[in-house]
């Protein structure tokens, strides 16, 4: 029996989701999502190839997204216009999480000299909610928004962690993952076990995984009704901190922290 094509198999999956689901506009923002640091400007083509729709339906959605704005082309080329940040903007503007933790990860960076975030999972990445450093020697907006591999950052192992049983492993089996540095777990047994140990004891220590000289320490930020939404984390240079001393300074302060929180995240 012949192979259902991938657009076949993708018209089947949507038809099955009822007339409500919105198959253009699914397909304006897988559009949308392709470009990236990665394909910063695409042709054509190389939408249709980063997003596996036809040419004609790529060419439909590139020239609605420029018509709205969102996109500009310049000969065979098509961009991401300033105008996207509104979708960024309005989250942030909307997202309580954001609201509230953002002034928290300024004023910890600024006390205690070290950068402070919070992430949410985003399927395999996280994604910097809000961010503080000691020094302001780059715009804190420029890491708002910044994507790392869930599976070697602490932020990432305490909020896979916090996921239902069995969906972390699920997680991992769907999206291999790759070395960051020569030290990045990438076993997938070794990886469960440090989520597991990362459940166990209500945070996690990455040091030198994702980036080379640097150490993370990360709990979980738990809403009101103890269901995790986000982590909290601070980082620093592996030279100044070592694990255990991150440990021992930095835990207490970040438990306390993610305790105070949870009346007030909804």
């Given at each position: ?82 105008r996207v940040l509104r979708l960024a903007s309005g989250y942030l503007g909307a997202n309580g999480i954001s609201t509230l933790v953002q002034p928290r990860c300024e004023r910890i960076a600024v006390a205690h000299g070290i950068a402070c975030s919070v992430a ?147």
């Amino acid at each position: 029996m012949p192979r259902l094509s991938a657009e076949a198999s993708r018209n089947r999956e949507e038809a099955a989701l009822g007339p409500d689901y919105s198959e253009a506009l699914a397909r304006g923002l897988a559009v949308l999502a392709a470009f990236g640091a990665e394909r910063r400007p695409m042709t054509l083509a190389e939408a249709a190839r980063a997003t596996g729709l036809p040419r004609a339906t790529a060419r439909r959605a590139l020239f609605t997204l420029a018509h709205l704005g969102f996109v500009e082309a310049e000969g065979r080329l098509f961009r991401l216009t300033p105008r996207v940040l509104r979708l960024a903007s309005g989250y942030l503007g909307a997202n309580g999480i954001s609201t509230l933790v953002q002034p928290r990860c300024e004023r910890i960076a600024v006390a205690h000299g070290i950068a402070c975030s919070v992430a949410m999972l985003d399927g395999p990445e996280v994604v910097f909610v809000a961010y503080g450093q000691p020094a302001r020697l780059m715009p804190v907006n420029t890491m708002i928004g910044t994507r790392l591999p869930a599976h070697c950052t602490a932020l990432g192992r305490v909020l896979l962690a916090a996921l239902p049983a069995g969906m972390a492993e699920a997680l991992i089996a769907a999206h291999p993952p790759a070395a960051v540095t020569p030290r990045t777990e990438t076993d997938p047994a070794r990886l469960g076990a440090a989520i597991d140990a990362a459940r166990a004891e209500g945070h996690a220590l990455v040091e030198e995984e994702m980036e080379l000289g640097f150490v993370s320490l990360a709990v979980p930020l738990r809403r009101y009704d103890g269901r995790v939404v986000a982590a909290l984390n601070i980082g620093a240079p592996a030279a100044l901190h070592t694990r255990v001393a991150l440990a021992e300074t930095f835990l207490p302060l970040l438990r306390e922290e993610a305790a105070e929180l949870q009346a007030q995240l909804l």
